[in-house]
C-alpha cells in the first residue's frame, strides 16, 4: 500500500479568520481534496501540522468507506502550534519553524516501520517551515516539494531592495557553504538560504507555480543542485480556488454594500484582495490613485478602492499603517479597508468591483487575480510571476515594475486607461469569465498527487 505524508506547518488552521496567505489556502485544499482522492486509490494519507483543528471536512465523502483508511491529522509540536500565528515575528517565527521542522522529521523518522521508505512519499507545503529533508531524504523516502514562495528572492526584493539578481546571493551562501563558514550566520538567513539550498538538492520532485519562478531557480542553483533540476522540476499553476456562490444573495448583498459605502451610478470601484503585507504594493496602488486624482486622464473619475485583507503576520501592522497613510492623503477617491473576506461576503465584493488590481511587489503566482478572473472581473497587476501565464491582453493588463521609482505613476496611467471606458471594462470582465473556466484547481491537485506516488527516482 502507497503512503502519503502531507507535511504544512499552516495546516489546523481556521482559514474563514486566520490570514496566513496563499500556500497555506493551497496546502488546506490540497488537503481536503487529497483525502477524498487518496481513499479511493487506495492510498494512506496522513497530514502533519500544527493548527488545533483537523482541515478534512467531517464527514469525509469516501467511496467504500469500509474498504480504505480514513486520512489521519496529527498537531506537531505535540503541545500545539502557537495560537497567537499571524503575530509573530520574524525571530519568532524562525523559532516556529524550527521546532516544527525538529517535530515533524522525528515523527517521520520514528516511523519507518509503519511507514517504509520504499513505499512513502513526504509531499512539504513550502520551504523553509518543512521539515528536514536531507535527513528524510538519506532514510529513504521520496521528497515532493511544492513551493509557494522562492524565499530567496522574496528575501532579495522586500529586505535588500532587490538591487542585484537572487543567483548572486544565491552563489556567496554556496561559497559560504563550501568553506564551512554558514553555520556563523543568523538563524533567520539559514531558514532563507541553507533550507531553500536543502531543498532543491534534495527533493524528488520541485513543483513550482510558474515557469518564471521555475526559470528563476535554475539560476540560482544549476550545477549546486545534485541531480539535474530540469528532470526534477514540475510547473503547476494552481487554477483558482473560487467557489459557486448563491448568486442572487451576492448580488443583493452587493446592492447593500453599494448604498452603505454611498456608491454613485457612476463610481468605478477598484478592488484588492489580499494580505496586508510589504510584498503586495498596496501602498503602490493608493499612490497610484493620488496621482490618478490630478492627472488630465483621471479628473472626471469618481473611484472608490477597496483594501480587502487583515495584516500579515511579521511586518504586516508596520506595514498597514503604512497603507493607511497612503489612503489618508486621497483627496477626492476614497478608500475602504472591510477587512478579511471569507468565502460567504467575498462574492458581494467581487460583484460590487469593476477591476481587480494585483499590485504586488513580489507574488509567486496570485491565486487572487484568478478568483477575480473566476468572478469576471479584469484584472491589472504588475508583472509578477505567474501573472505572464494567467492574464491576456483582452481581459487584463500588466504594469511594468522594472523601475521602482514610476511604479506609482504606471499604475495611475493603467487605472486611468481602464476605468475610463466602463463598456470596455465589462466586456473584458466577459472574456476573463470565460477564461477562467479553464483554470481549475481541481484537475491540478489530481495531477499533483500522480505526480507525488510514483515509485523513487534514481539519484
Not at 376 to 391: F, I, Q, R
Request: charged share 25%; with cysteine.
Amino acid at each position: 500500500m502507497a503512503n502519503l505524508v502531507f507535511i504544512g506547518s499552516h495546516l489546523g488552521y481556521p482559514m474563514d479568520r486566520t490570514p496566513l496567505g496563499g500556500g497555506a489556502m493551497v496546502g488546506l485544499e490540497l488537503a481536503k481534496r487529497w483525502g477524498v482522492l487518496a481513499g479511493r486509490r487506495g492510498v494512506r494519507l496522513v497530514l502533519l501540522g500544527s493548527g488545533p483543528e483537523s482541515p478534512l471536512p467531517n464527514p469525509l465523502p469516501l467511496a467504500g468507506e469500509g474498504r480504505v483508511r480514513v486520512p489521519e491529522y496529527v498537531q506537531l509540536p505535540e503541545a500545539g502550534g502557537d495560537p497567537r500565528l499571524t503575530k509573530l515575528s520574524e525571530l519568532d517565527y524562525a523559532r516556529f519553524c524550527r521546532e516544527f521542522e525538529a517535530a515533524t522529521t522525528a515523527w517521520v523518522l520514528e516511523r519507518r516501520a509503519e511507514l517504509p521508505p520504499a513505499e512513502t512519499t513526504v509531499v512539504v507545503n513550502d520551504i523553509s517551515e518543512s521539515p528536514d529533508v536531507e535527513r528524510l531524504s538519506r532514510a529513504g523516502y521520496r521528497v515532493v516539494s511544492v513551493w509557494h514562495v522562492d524565499v530567496v528572492e522574496f528575501f532579495n526584493r522586500i529586505y535588500l531592495g532587490g538591487v542585484f539578481r537572487p543567483e548572486l546571493w544565491t552563489r556567496a551562501y554556496a561559497r559560504l557553504a563550501r568553506w564551512g563558514l554558514e553555520g556563523g550566520t543568523p538563524d533567520v538567513l539559514r531558514l532563507v538560504f541553507d533550507k531553500q539550498r536543502r531543498a532543491v538538492r534534495w527533493s524528488d520532485l520541485m513543483v513550482l507555480p510558474s515557469r518564471q519562478m521555475a526559470d528563476t531557480v535554475a539560476r540560482c542553483y544549476d550545477g549546486d543542485s545534485g541531480a539535474p533540476l530540469a528532470p526534477r522540476t514540475l510547473v503547476l499553476p494552481w487554477g483558482g480556488l473560487g467557489e459557486a456562490c448563491d448568486e442572487p444573495a451576492a448580488a443583493a448583498e452587493a446592492a447593500r454594500l453599494r448604498a452603505h459605502y454611498q456608491l454613485k451610478p457612476e463610481t468605478a470601484v477598484v478592488m484588492t484582495l489580499s494580505r496586508i503585507s510589504p510584498e503586495k504594493g498596496l501602498h503602490l496602488l493608493l499612490e497610484g490613485l493620488r496621482l490618478l486624482e490630478d492627472a488630465p486622464f483621471g479628473r472626471g473619475l469618481d473611484v472608490a478602492a477597496f483594501v480587502c485583507g487583515e495584516p500579515a503576520f511579521m511586518r504586516g501592522e508596520a506595514y498597514a499603517r503604512r497603507v493607511r497613510r497612503a489612503a489618508d492623503r486621497l483627496r477626492r477617491f476614497r478608500a475602504f479597508f472591510p477587512g478579511y473576506l471569507d468565502k460567504t461576503t467575498k462574492p458581494a465584493y467581487f460583484k460590487l468591483a469593476d477591476l481587480f488590481v494585483s499590485p504586488s511587489v513580489h507574488e509567486s503566482y496570485g491565486l487572487t487575480v484568478v478568483e477575480g478572473l473566476q468572478a469576471g472581473l479584469p484584472v491589472l497587476a504588475s508583472d509578477h510571476y505567474g501573472v505572464a501565464e494567467t492574464l491576456r491582453p483582452d481581459y487584463g493588463r500588466t504594469v511594468r515594475y522594472d523601475d521602482a521609482a514610476l511604479r506609482p505613476r504606471r499604475l495611475a496611467e493603467a487605472l486611468g486607461e481602464l476605468l475610463s471606458d466602463r463598456p470596455a471594462l465589462r466586456r473584458m470582465g466577459a472574456r476573463a469569465k470565460e477564461a477562467a473556466q479553464g483554470m481549475d484547481f481541481g484537475a491540478t491537485a489530481e495531477r499533483l498527487l500522480e505526480a507525488a506516488l510514483p515509485a523513487r527516482t534514481a539519484r
